[in-house]
Structure formats: structure tokens, C-alpha cells
């Protein structure tokens, strides 16, 4: 049985199932789909308000009826990284668990770490939830070094996101003139400090005092309450009404229209699970900006298919940009590597590496 939301609204977790219930991969199982969508926005995910408790009673409710009637083998089922959707999904486990299934947990989010570093009582009920996984498959590296150190028992597979067939398909016909520039960048995420926004506007404000051409396009709703106020007032405050524009939420032609318009995507981010977004602009042939961290190393290499910055270090970001800005031949070698390195990361690539991990969970005996 596949748990899991669909879109939209589009995120790593809803491209994830999309693309497993379209996927060949699956083929040889009887598969059920177990729909967690809510319909609401990605600002109210992890947190305890009415909104959430109501779809977590529903989805209760639909993975027991589907759990009782199916009587799946095994389940797969995303990890939520934040804290309220950590416990939703460790009931969902359990429901699995008690019609005998056994239990495969793809976590995805920026925060996994924080869970796993409550201590107390607190921390000794995560390592009973963490415990009701036979398997989890973790987004990159540094994640599976994580839940090996913090003892976990069970079998541990990295699996990381995938882009969507439409994606896919579109990036792959798209040719990129890299020789025609016009300075143009692209932000895509959720708005604010943790995606190292305000880094990027002290960036930009830096190339524009010293008379550098860049302009930049940010797509995205804020993270958090209040947050979008606050960009705001940056945004003015810097002077960058002129060269920066926001556009808010873009899914689909929209989004992928700005992918083709842009000459390079930056994603300045202090923490990352593994941005979808850094594999989208890849299929695209965008050369790319961004921070180490999560797993987004397993992915881009400093110079080879990327540049690196530091996350919070606003100079090395501007003067980033103003290289891939000004350099034709960095902005194609860039782009073209990081081309062919996430035609890996395609979506029957990724679905088959989920049915590899499941079919060994299955097999194995239960720790």
C-alpha cells in the first residue's frame, strides 16, 4: 500500500507518490493508494491547529479502512519532518503495523534532525515511533549517517526525491542558449530565513550598489506566519523594488516558463532535506547556486556542476552570482554537468530504487 498526498499543492512528498502510482516499477504488486492530500497550503504543514488535527482524524480513518480491507504486505509511507506530522505519520505506522504489514518510511524534510535530538520523555517516545520502521529510506548521505548514529535497527537505503514526468519530459526538449544572457535569476521555495532569502537580497543589494547586473525572480509563499511582512519590508528597505520581482506559488507551465527565461537558479538555504527544486532547474539546464547543506552535496559539486557558498554569507553569494552572471562558458559547463548528472534522479529511476527497498523489506525477518 502507498501512503502518501498528491498535489497539489506540489512538494517533494506529493511529486514522490504521484510518481509512484503512475510507475511501471510496481507492476509486478497489488497496489492500493492510501490519499493523505489536505488541500491546504504548505505554510500550515507541522502545525497543531484545527485544520491539521481534522485531515489526521480522516486520514486515520481512511488508512484503517484501506489497512483492514487490503491487508498489505508492506507499506510505504513518507517520514514528515516536522513535529506534528512526525506523530501523525508514527500512527499511521502503527495502524500498518497492526494489520501485520511491515513498514517503509521515506523521510523527507529539513528538520529530521531536530526530532531525533529530543531528549526526555519526548525522546524516548520518538525512538519508539522511529522503532516501527522496518525499513527507512533516507534523501541523501549526511541523512543516512544520521539515523545510523542515532541506532537505529532497521535496514537504511538512501532514496532521494524525483521531478515529475511533465518536468522531465520538458527540460529534456529544452535547449539552452548559455551564450545569451541577461543577468536573470531565479529563487524557488518557500520565502524566508531558512531558504536564506534575506542573504539574497543583502546579495543583491551588493551587486547593485556596485553597478553588477542581476536580476532576480522569486517564486514561492512564505515559510512562516508573518514572514512574507518581513521580506517585504527588506525588499523595500534595500532599494530592490527595481531589479527584484516576487511572484508567489508557480506550479507546472508557469513555473517551468521561468526555468526556461532565467540564466541561473540560486538556493541559499541554511537547511535542506534534498531540494526538488536544485533537480528541476538541473533537467532544465540552469546553472545553479547553493548552500551545503542536507544532502545537496550528494547532488552538486563545488565548480564541476555547481557553485557553493556558505549558508549566511551574503559576499560570497553576490560574488557567486556575479560570476555565473558575466561567464558563458562557467553558466554552460555548469549547466550541462548538472544536466547529465540528475537524469539519475528521473522518476522511474527513483520508483524502481523504492521497489528494490520494499521487496527486501518483505524478505527480510522483522528486527
Known amino acids: 500500500m502507498i501512503v502518501g498526498p498528491l498535489p497539489p499543492p506540489v512538494g517533494g512528498v506529493e511529486t514522490v507518490t504521484k510518481a509512484l502510482l503512475e510507475s511501471h516499477a510496481f507492476r509486478e504488486f497489488e497496489v492500493r493508494h492510501c490519499d493523505t492530500t489536505k488541500g491546504r497550503s504548505k505554510q500550515t504543514q507541522g502545525k497543531f491547529d484545527l485544520g491539521n488535527m481534522w485531515w489526521a482524524m480522516i486520514h486515520f480513518r481512511r488508512m484503517l479502512s484501506n489497512a483492514t480491507s487490503f491487508k498489505p504486505d508492506a507499506v510505504y509511507m513518507p517520514v514528515t519532518a516536522t513535529w506534528s506530522g512526525f506523530w501523525r505519520d508514527a500512527v499511521l505506522a502503527l495502524i500498518g503495523r497492526r494489520v501485520g504489514a511491515k513498514i517503509v518510511g521515506h523521510v523527507h524534510g529539513a528538520w529530521f534532525d531536530r526530532i531525533l535530538a529530543r531528549k526526555g520523555l519526548t525522546g524516548k517516545l520518538v525512538r519508539v515511533c522511529i522503532s516501527q520502521y522496518d525499513t527507512l529510506l533516507m534523501l541523501g548521505t549526511p ?50 530565513a531558512r531558504k ?33 511582512d518581513t521580506v517585504m519590508t527588506c525588499w523595500k528597505k534595500l532599494g530592490l523594488q527595481d531589479i527584484v520581482r516576487f511572484t508567489g506559488p508557480l ?13 541561473y537558479l540560486v538556493l541559499p538555504s541554511h537547511s535542506e532535506g534534498l531540494p526538488i527544486v536544485m533537480l528541476e532547474a538541473g533537467m532544465f539546464g540552469l546553472p545553479v547556486v547553493a548552500t551545503p547543506v542536507g544532502a545537496v552535496t550528494d547532488v552538486l559539486e563545488h ?10 554569507d551574503a559576499k560570497g553569494l553576490a560574488e557567486a552570482i556575479e560570476r555565473v552572471v ?15 548528472d540528475v537524469d539519475r534522479y528521473q522518476p522511474d529511476a527513483i ?9 527486501k523489506t518483505i524478505e527480510a525477518k522483522r528486527v
Open 351 to 359: 520508483c524502481n530504487r523504492i521497489a528494490v527497498a520494499i521487496v
Open 303 to 312: 565548480e564541476r556542476n555547481a557553485l557553493i557558498v556558505q549558508p549566511g
Open 326 to 340: 558575466k561567464d558563458a562558458e562557467l553558466r554552460k559547463r555548469l549547466g550541462c554537468e548538472l544536466r547529465r
Open 143 to 192: 541523512w543516512k549517517r544520521l539515523i545510523e548514529s542515532y541506532g537505529y535497527r532497521g535496514n537504511v537505503f538512501i532514496v532521494s526525491p524525483t521531478v515529475s514526468w511533465k518536468c522531465y519530459e520538458e527540460g529534456k526538449t529544452f535547449v539552452r542558449r548559455y551564450e545569451n544572457s541577461f543577468g536573470k535569476g531565479l529563487f524557488v521555495g518557500q520565502v524566508g
Open 251 to 263: 506550479e507546472g507551465e508557469t513555473l517551468y516558463r521561468e526555468f526556461r527565461d532565467n540564466d
Open 196 to 228: 536564506g532569502v534575506f542573504e539574497l537580497l543583502e546579495a543583491l543589494q551588493c551587486l547593485k550598489v556596485a553597478g553588477k547586473k542581476a536580476l532576480m525572480t522569486i517564486v514561492g509563499p512564505p515559510e512562516f506566519k508573518g514572514e512574507w
